[in-house]
T-cell receptor
Framework: TQLLEQSPQFLSIQEGENLTVYCNSS?????LQWYRQEPGEGPVLLVT?????EVKKLKRLTFQFGDARKDSSLHITAAQTGDTGLYLC??????????????FGQGTILTVHP | DAGITQSPRYKITETGRQVTLMCHQT?????MFWYRQDLGHGLRLIYY???????DKGEVPDGYVVSRSKTENFPLTLESATRSQTSVYFC????????????FGPGTRLTVT
């Protein structure tokens, strides 16, 4: 069974601060995604990383896939109140019974205070 | 382009009743999924489908039934609802290729009294 551990579980910061969320596993994933979910809505895909060591930037958000494809991080620079939400990482397996399915982390609840 | 829709958005039912949650996608995605989201448990996979007429169990399938006669629809039925099935249910779809990205519906909040 593949597991993804996210940390921290909760993050409460002031507007303008930087933060990093981590997603770790002992399993190797073919790709890893980050989603953001707001209250009352479904998760929305932010980014997919596929290559070990890959770094992607989405405005103030920087996503990194570990060299060994077992971990990932999400860094937010100068957080804004609009960044508040639940952040989920999810890894895609290589095949067999894992094909097509994602393993989700437990999520990080981010609250950015004005 | 409606994308992926779920109905109803909110449902209150009594213990023992049968209830069906609907999911419809307009992208012709091969894969569809049903998750439940509860505090402290994150997203848990109930059932998934790789194509029409192909379904398989996920992590928490007990008490649920699915069918997929058409690519675009993936209904989830609770045959005899229990209070432990009170949850928020999300449907998702995926091409099932490349990065295996999933696209989620807005969710159905189900309360079993």
């Amino acid at each position: 069974t593949q597991l993804l551990e996210q940390s921290p579980q909760f993050l409460s910061i002031q507007e303008g601060e930087n933060l990093t969320v981590y997603c770790n596993s002992s399993s190797v994933f073919s790709s890893l995604q980050w989603y953001r979910q707001e209250p009352g809505e479904g998760p929305v895909l932010l980014v997919t990383v596929v290559t070990g060591g890959e770094v992607k930037k989405l405005k103030r958000l920087t996503f990194q896939f570990g060299d060994a494809r077992k971990d990932s991080s999400l860094h937010i620079t100068a957080a804004q109140t609009g960044d508040t939400g639940l952040y989920l990482c999810a890894g895609a397996g290589w095949g067999g019974t894992s094909y097509g399915k994602l393993t989700f982390g437990q999520g990080t609840i981010l609250t950015v205070h004005p | 382009d409606a994308g992926i829709t779920q109905s109803p958005r909110y449902k209150i039912t009594e213990t023992g009743r049968q209830v069906t949650l609907m999911c419809h996608q307009t992208w012709s995605h091969s894969y569809m999924f049903w998750y439940r989201q509860d505090l402290g448990h994150g997203l848990r996979l109930i059932y998934y489908s790789a194509a029409a007429d192909i379904t398989d169990k996920g992590e928490v399938p007990d008490g649920y039934v699915v069918s997929r006669s058409k690519t675009e629809n993936f209904p989830l039925t609770l045959e005899s609802a229990t209070r432990s099935q009170t949850s928020v249910y999300f449907c998702a779809s995926s091409l099932g290729t490349s990065g295996f990205e999933q696209y989620f519906g807005p969710g159905t909040r189900l309360t079993v009294t």
